[in-house]
């Protein structure tokens, strides 16, 4: 069972920059499908930004395609989303995920269910 931890989170006025990280605790393997996902008090956890580990396009959701990114370093066990251009609405706790259940090729998913190892969070605040 992988443990996930989240960091770099913070406060920021929006157009600013923050990168998040999350390092496993066991080894990443290509088997891996690992998100991006956001939470605000009272609304449902929306997927932000997923990756497979074997290769592939990240797959991101609309409100994330063309400012944030999805990265990972295998070496550090250590996945990452980088965030530019933040708006307030993008404040939220954002937490990390991972499963090995089969993902369909080029559309990795952006549902809670379908991941199963989770973070604690990492708050990112963004101020007007």
């Known amino acids: 069972q992988v443990q996930l931890v989240e960091s770099g989170g913070g406060s920021v006025q929006a157009g600013g920059s923050l990168t998040l990280s999350c390092v496993a605790t066991?080894?990443?393997?290509?088997?891996?499908?690992m998100a991006w996902f956001r939470q605000v008090p009272g609304k449902e956890r929306e997927g932000v930004a997923a990756?497979?580990?074997?290769?592939?396009?990240?797959n991101y959701a609309d409100s994330a395609k063309g400012r944030f990114t999805i990265s990972q370093d295998n070496a550090k066990n250590t996945l990452f989303l980088q965030m530019a251009s933040l708006k307030p609405e993008d404040t939220a706790i954002y937490y990390c995920?991972?499963?090995?259940?089969?993902?369909?090729?080029?559309?990795?998913?952006?549902?809670?269910?379908?991941?199963?190892?989770w973070g604690q969070g990492t708050q990112v605040t963004v101020s007007s």
């Open positions: 995920a991972a499963d090995l259940r089969w993902q369909r090729w080029g559309s990795w998913s952006l549902v809670r269910n379908d991941y199963s190892y």
């Open positions: 990756i497979y580990l074997g290769g592939g396009s990240a």
């Open positions: 066991a080894p990443f393997y290509k088997e891996y499908y």
